[in-house]
């Protein structure tokens, strides 16, 4: 079971949180790249002082514990969030109730 998720989440190319049981360690916002038989490749970047690096690593599919994505963000304190009305046309959601029973 997964490995179908971890297989979907490679064809969503979202980024993910993954979390190590036997290194007790979480990679953060990593891309699942391939998976081939029960080796999972990654990619991740982490920043120290003064660089940033990139890395690949390959994670055995038993190690992995733990598996998670974030949905959404919202910025906090004062700032004027966009409503439907002023989304593009073709991202808008329609009232269907309205549609279906004209006044």
């Avoid at 081939?36 to 992995?64: A, F, K």
């Avoid at 700032?79 to 006044?103: A, K, Y």
Wanted: charged share 35%; aromatic share 6%; with cysteine.
């Amino acid at each position: 079971m997964l490995h179908r998720k971890i297989y979907q989440l490679c064809c969503d190319g979202r980024e993910v949180w993954i979390f190590l049981r036997d290194q007790q360690r979480w990679i953060e916002r990593a891309r699942i790249l391939d998976i081939e038989g029960d080796l999972v490749t990654v990619r991740y970047e982490t920043e120290e002082e003064d660089e940033i690096c990139s890395w690949e690593e390959m994670l055995r599919l038993e190690s992995i514990g733990s598996v998670m994505q974030k949905l959404a963000t919202v910025p906090r304190g004062d700032v004027e969030l966009l409503v439907s009305d002023d989304c593009p046309e073709t991202e808008q959601i329609r009232d269907h109730r309205s549609e279906s029973n004209p006044d």
